[in-house]
């Protein structure tokens, strides 16, 4: 079955639970270092590994920096909520229970519009809670998962980071975007968490994860039965694993076979998801209240100062952009589809013209991107450094194509623009007489071209330029190497 088959069949219904760790100095309910990449079980104490007698005391300012991200997601905050314990065994909970929050969240009722297609689609937001996280276990073995393992490690260093939950309502009518409206929520989840700061939101390292809830339904019929694909670890792969769980669905549904409610998880390499275990219902974590802690009453006068002390977010940023910059709507969406909006508008804050800014985050780096499989952001260059490159080209320092080779530099090395453009010479070969010397040896190696271009067949001049161009490791200026072959060659335009 291919993908339109499933949309002229099925309604799908999505839903997205998205974990943040964030960026605070020690853990949420203990004094123990958040720092990653320390070597293993050495961020621990007695309260993170839940060692008896052991105290826990909340950490102000992930509670803040949760009521920021609800602030900022349009939600209502509690003015009185509490922690629970949330039961269940895993290796990775040394525990054996997780404080989290359960019908009382510190954030409801919020939502993001996010823009796909043309299309404004409203992703309403269920809650944003707050938790602890998990330790971090590593099979080992050929296939990294446990099945098939020699043995497991587990690191608890990780346990007890503050973590945020955003779980969204239902979103349904998206058709055939559905899988576009998760990857773009998302994403503009991504910046606006980057733009309050409270998190990296790097993927990589696991502080921003994703659990998709996919469904499908033929029209008019209730909602179908959800699968939750776990920890989905980029925005592609969100994209790519709704898709997937649509194809797999509609499949099974056709053979008149039943989705069962499981987690899955997803497959980067074949891009499809495998079945994980059964899903359980909020009755099989015996939540109850957790009873050394004391409940959460925030201040609606702090509430209302920290919502006026919000930065700009990045869809009011996007608006004043398209503003400043004279862009037309088209180019915004461009932009907007490409990831690209605030890496031009910080292009041209420093320093570029509007368009040549444009055009090289659309241009060679959207293609340097795709080529790397990272968002346009996670180049290892920055607006600045972009701007500079232009600046360069436009004083006739450099070629466009030795600015792309500086590009190639940068993003291998992590070196400055100019440090790449010294360490490689890159720069415009300016000297009139040894362009000549370099068109003489190209007339000479190439008597028949020449003759052809003698002959009045000017498009052959072409050949002679690229022969000069690579004598000169293309740092001459193409349009004057052109003009002084055609000059030694007694043509004229």
């Given at each position: 079955?291919?993908?339109?088959?499933?949309?002229?069949?099925?309604?799908?219904?999505?839903?997205?639970?998205?974990?943040?760790?964030?960026?605070?100095?020690?853990?949420?309910?203990?004094?123990?270092?958040?720092?990653?990449?320390?070597?293993?079980?050495?961020?621990?104490?007695?309260?993170?590994?839940?060692?008896?007698?052991?105290?826990?005391?909340?950490?102000?300012?992930?509670?803040?920096?949760?009521?920021?991200?609800?602030?900022?997601?349009?939600?209502?905050?509690?003015?009185?909520?509490?922690?629970?314990?949330?039961?269940?065994?895993?290796?990775?909970?040394?525990?054996?229970?997780?404080?989290?929050?359960?019908?009382?969240?510190?954030?409801?009722?919020?939502?993001?519009?996010?823009?796909?297609?043309?299309?404004?689609?409203?992703?309403?937001?269920?809650?944003?809670?707050?938790?602890?996280?998990?330790?971090?276990?590593?099979?080992?073995?050929?296939?990294?998962?446990?099945?098939?393992?020699?043995?497991?490690?587990?690191?608890?260093?990780?346990?007890?980071?503050?973590?945020?939950?955003?779980?969204?309502k239902p979103v349904a009518g998206a058709g055939e975007l559905a899988p576009e409206v998760a990857r773009e929520y998302v994403t503009q989840l991504r910046d606006i968490l980057r733009t309050l700061g409270v998190s990296d939101v790097r993927m990589e390292q696991g502080s921003l994860r994703c659990d998709v809830n996919t469904s499908l339904n033929k029209p008019g019929e209730p909602w179908g039965t959800r699968t939750e694909t776990k920890n989905v670890n980029s925005l592609r792969s969100v994209e790519r694993a709704v898709r997937s769980e649509m194809l797999r669905q509609a499949a099974l549904l056709d053979r008149g076979?039943?989705?069962?409610?499981?987690?899955?998880?997803?497959?980067?390499?074949?891009?499809?998801?495998?079945?994980?275990?059964?899903?359980?219902?909020?009755?099989?974590?015996?939540?109850?209240?957790?009873?050394?802690?004391?409940?959460?009453?925030?201040?609606?006068?702090?509430?209302?100062?920290?919502?006026?002390?919000?930065?700009?977010?990045?869809?009011?940023?996007?608006?004043?952009?398209?503003?400043?910059?004279?862009?037309?709507?088209?180019?915004?969406?461009?932009?907007?589809?490409?990831?690209?909006?605030?890496?031009?508008?910080?292009?041209?804050e420093a320093g570029a013209p509007v368009a040549e800014a444009r055009n090289w985050w659309l241009g060679y780096l959207a293609q340097q991107a795709n080529q790397r499989e990272v968002e346009a952001s996670e180049l290892g260059i920055t607006p600045g450094q972009v701007a500079r490159l232009v600046q360069l080209v436009a004083d006739g320092t450099l070629s466009v194509a030795l600015a792309r080779q500086a590009v190639d530099g940068v993003l291998e090395t992590g070196s400055d623009v100019d440090a790449v453009i010294a360490e490689r010479g890159l720069k415009r070969v300016s000297d009139t007489g040894a362009l000549e010397a370099a068109a003489d040896e190209a007339i000479a190696a190439n008597p028949d071209v020449a003759e052809k271009v003698r002959g009045g067949k000017l498009p052959a001049v072409g050949a002679l330029v690229g022969a000069v161009m690579k004598a000169t490791r293309g740092q001459a200026d193409a349009a004057a190497v052109r003009t002084i072959l055609l000059e030694k060659l007694g043509v004229s335009e």
């Open positions: 079955m291919n993908y339109e088959d499933v949309i002229a069949r099925y309604e799908p219904v999505i839903g997205l639970e998205t974990h943040v760790e964030l960026g605070t100095a020690s853990k949420m309910f203990c004094g123990c270092s958040t720092e990653f990449g320390a070597p293993p079980n050495t961020h621990t104490c007695p309260v993170c590994l839940g060692l008896p007698g052991a105290l826990p005391v909340a950490n102000e300012k992930a509670i803040e920096s949760t009521i920021r991200i609800g602030l900022a997601l349009n939600c209502s905050i509690a003015s009185w909520c509490r922690f629970a314990r949330k039961n269940y065994f895993y290796p990775d909970m040394p525990k054996n229970f997780q404080t989290s929050q359960y019908d009382e969240p510190l954030c409801v009722d919020g939502y993001l519009d996010v823009e796909v297609g043309g299309r404004t689609v409203r992703v309403g937001i269920e809650r944003v809670h707050l938790e602890e996280d998990t330790g971090k276990n590593t099979h080992v073995g050929t296939s990294g998962r446990i099945h098939g393992a020699d043995y497991s490690l587990v690191d608890y260093n990780r346990a007890g980071i503050p973590l945020v939950e955003i779980v969204t076979e039943r989705i069962l409610q499981e987690t899955r998880h997803f497959q980067e390499t074949t891009g499809d998801t495998r079945s994980g275990r059964s899903k359980e219902e909020a009755t099989d974590y015996r939540y109850f209240p957790e009873p050394d802690l004391v409940p959460m009453a925030p201040d609606p006068e702090w509430v209302e100062q920290l919502r006026k002390e919000l930065p700009e977010l990045p869809a009011a940023r996007r608006a004043r952009l398209q503003e400043s910059l004279g862009v037309s709507a088209e180019d915004m969406v461009q932009m907007a589809n490409a990831g690209v909006v605030e890496l031009v508008g910080a292009t041209v």
